[in-house]
């Protein structure tokens, strides 16, 4: 059956408009390098596959059920999965920028889901932890209802640019689509989590239901 989108004045697709726009200011795009002259031929440029967000996410910083019903316990939940990966190195830091932006406006986008995200140095590179509830976390989101499904992003400071806008992108829209939520939602295990992400960002043969 087709997802049906929210519609257009409904709390839920105002809330992914926030959301997009949230992803441009997390990582506002950098200012181009200077010319440098050319000398020659320009060398062929190394080919490699797009990111995706299965780049930055693996089992090891996905839960499932979790017992934490406050908001800040959640937070430092996934940043402690973050730091068993060793990409976040100081897991207080990413922590404390995760919450002062809670402070600024709430992450919580509707439809129960939860975007928390810290830019900082504590982590050396882009790492993506879920944690999902089952009783819900009150995130004070923009609909007040609980989140379920909740992505923690943190990224080093210097690694604001369009590859990462895209991921963030890919993100909210594999959340946009009922199907892929009920994925997550029934997951038994974090393999089943990373597989319904893989199913939703990789190219299909057929639109995407």
């Known amino acids: 059956m087709p997802d ?31 010319a440098r002259p050319v000398t020659g031929p320009p060398a ?61 406006s709430t992450t919580g986008i509707g439809e129960g889901i939860a975007i928390p ?26 609909d007040d209802a609980p989140a379920h499904l909740i992505f923690m992003i943190a990224v080093p400071v210097a690694a604001a640019d369009t590859e990462h806008l895209k991921v963030l992108a890919q993100l909210s829209r594999s959340l946009m689509k009922p199907s892929f939520r009920a994925s997550i939602e029934m997951a038994a295990t974090p393999a089943d989590v990373l597989a319904a992400l893989a199913s939703s960002v990789r190219p299909a043969v057929s639109p995407d239901r």
Request: aromatic fraction near 4%; glycine fraction near 6%.
């Open 4 to 34: 049906t989108p929210a519609s257009a004045n409904s709390p839920a697709r105002q809330g992914w408009g926030l959301a997009q726009r949230w992803a441009a200011r997390l990582m506002p795009g950098r200012p181009p390098a200077p």
């Open 44 to 104: 062929p440029t190394p080919t490699s596959a797009p990111k995706t967000v299965l780049d930055y996410i693996d089992e090891r910083t996905i839960v499932l059920d979790i017992d934490e019903t406050d908001r800040d316990a959640v937070i430092r939940r996934l940043a402690g999965l973050m730091a068993s990966t060793g990409i976040v190195v100081d897991e207080d830091a990413v922590v404390r920028a995760a919450l002062e932006r809670e402070c600024t």
């Open 117 to 142: 995200h810290a830019q900082c140095d504590g982590a050396t590179a882009p790492v993506l932890a879920f944690a999902r509830s089952t009783t819900g976390v009150d995130w004070h989101s923009l």
